[in-house]
């Protein structure tokens, strides 16, 4: 470990305690080591398989598991720790919480209650520029708890098998099944043979191959002065991307912080960046956490006391490099280990919620027709290519001193300008391409240097590839 990665990490024992201090130490080194899963002879073709799908990771992902078994297939999920058993809060809109009582997950009065905070408006609002509001996005806090592990039971009860404490390691695909190696906890090596894996492993995936990272530390805070300033909390907002500072001189980063209520006097507070996913340093987090701790009175005032800390390195896909895929048509990636979510938001509750219907009925009918199910199972929304262009730049740290808050507070007022439902069909992944060229024109003109900064930023080949497509969209 670098001086300075310890030197963080004892920043963060003083502020949070030992036990917070092994788990980023746990997490940064399963990151670095990245193990890649070992490849097993194919079974024969007649092999009798043991299940239809077997599940690889029991995080969000397993509402797949749950539709899966709704619609008649056979599945186990085989999770590292315990399946549906996430303590964090996500957040998300009424419209898109509508699928889980779709499927059966929850009734209506029960989705009520998981929701544990409503939000009037949300908020993008970039340093030395001006507060943008919109309705409707975030705009719903949800204890991931109670959620998962109500999917957990109604898994149970479809007939989904839990094999708790187990760890994936290795994999061998044939034309017509696949064979998933995994070891207990106790060291004992088992196996199961099915038609279709679905690699629900997250970032940890030896598959998550995504071009950008989002290291994210915090958690549920307690002790924030509440109110109506900027250095408020206001129950009835929703931080989405709010900066403090201009790019750090030295990193190159541009650090962010989103907030949201929860319960009566606990808010969730993130800081953040996006990065290239080869550039991030592998002990990103102490060092994010140390500043978290440092820098937390310039985005909230009050005397914070971090109560449910929550961290980790979420993978964003750019659309600009080639997308992760499973070793074989029979794995596919699902979740954050596909990482097909929003490269600006990185929603990737919202794009569960969206995608895990559509998801499980791809893979069904593939089991049902006896084929593998089609590479691009996850309903991939037009936005993303033009989006993740805009992530790169801010990844790349290309954009120094004050340029990228000056970028990102034009492109947001002019969002603003555009009205609410522009707005909140771009963070809603939804906004059609002639819409987002209008918003790209309209940024165009409100801060002129926009497009010279996007090609230094994104280097020659990208940014052709990036203006073939736009080209394309305004010609259609
Ligand atoms: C700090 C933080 C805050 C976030 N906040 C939000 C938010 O507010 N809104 C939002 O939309 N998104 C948010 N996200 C992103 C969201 O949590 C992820 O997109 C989502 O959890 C991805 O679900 P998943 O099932 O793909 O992976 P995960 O939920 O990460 O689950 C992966 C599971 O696989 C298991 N596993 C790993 N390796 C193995 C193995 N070899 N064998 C068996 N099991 C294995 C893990 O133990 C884990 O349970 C946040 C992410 C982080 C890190």
Redesign the pocket.
């Known amino acids: 470990m670098t001086p300075t990665a310890q030197a963080a990490l004892d920043r963060v024992r003083e502020r949070a305690g030992a036990e917070l201090v092994e788990r980023i130490e746990h997490l940064d080194r399963t990151r670095a080591a990245h193990v890649a899963d070992r490849i097993l002879g194919a079974a024969d073709r007649e092999a009798r398989v043991d299940t239809d799908v077997v599940v690889?990771?029991?995080?969000?992902?397993?509402l797949i598991a749950a539709e899966l078994a709704r619609l008649g297939l056979r599945v186990a999920v085989?999770?590292?720790?315990r399946?549906g058993?996430?303590h964090?809060?996500?957040?998300?809109s009424d419209e898109e919480l509508r699928p889980l009582v779709a499927a059966g997950i929850v009734t209506d009065a029960e989705l009520t209650e998981l929701v544990i905070a409503r939000y009037r408006e949300g908020v993008c609002a970039f340093h030395g520029g001006t507060a943008r509001r919109v309705r409707g996005v975030?705009d719903r806090a949800v204890d991931?708890g109670p959620l998962l592990s109500r999917v957990r039971r109604v898994a149970e009860a479809r007939g989904v098998v839990f094999v708790d404490g187990?760890?994936?390691?290795a994999v061998g695909a044939s034309a017509t099944s696949v064979r998933v190696g995994?070891q207990h906890a106790a060291g004992a090596a088992d196996e199961l043979l099915a038609r279709v894996m679905v690699d629900?492993?997250?970032?940890?995936?030896p598959y998550a191959s995504a071009d950008l990272v989002?290291p994210?530390?915090?958690?549920v805070v307690r002790g924030l002065a509440e109110g109506r300033g900027p250095r408020e909390v206001d129950p009835e907002v929703g931080d989405i991307l709010v900066t403090t500072e201009d790019v750090d001189p030295e990193s190159r980063l541009q650090h962010v912080w989103?907030g949201?209520p929860g319960r009566p006097g606990e808010v969730?507070v993130?800081l953040?960046y996006y990065a290239r996913a080869h550039e991030a340093p592998n002990e990103a987090l102490a060092s994010l956490y140390a500043r978290f701790f440092d820098t937390l009175d310039t985005y909230k005032t009050g005397d914070p006391e971090l109560i449910r800390p929550?961290?980790?390195?979420?993978p964003g896909w750019s659309r600009l490099a080639p997308a992760p895929r499973g070793p074989s048509h029979r794995v596919v990636l699902?979740?954050?280990?596909?990482a097909r979510?929003s490269p600006l938001?990185?929603?990737?509750?919202?794009?569960?919620l969206r995608s895990f219907q559509p998801v499980a009925r791809e893979i069904a009918r593939a089991v049902e027709e006896g084929r593998p199910p089609r590479r691009n199972l996850v309903p991939e929304d037009a936005v993303h290519a033009w989006t993740g262009a805009l992530a790169t730049v801010m990844a790349s740290g290309a954009l120094g001193g004050p340029k990228l808050n000056g970028l990102l507070d034009a492109a947001f007022g002019v969002l603003e300008e555009m009205g609410n439902d522009d707005f909140e069909d771009l963070l809603k992944d939804r906004m059609a391409g002639k819409t987002f060229t209008e918003f790209l024109r309209r940024t165009g003109s409100r801060h002129p240097s926009v497009y010279r900064e996007v090609l230094h930023a994104l280097g020659p080949v990208a940014a052709t590839r990036w203006g073939i497509r736009l080209a394309r969209e305004l010609l259609a």
């Open positions: 690889a990771g029991g995080g969000l992902s397993l085989i999770e590292r720790t399946a058993a996430a964090r809060e996500w957040n998300a975030l991931a187990a760890r994936v390691h995994f629900a492993r997250g970032a940890s995936s989002c994210t530390v915090g958690g989103e949201f969730t993130y953040f929550t961290f980790g390195y979420i699902v979740g954050d280990a596909a979510h938001t990185f929603c990737g509750f919202g794009s569960m």
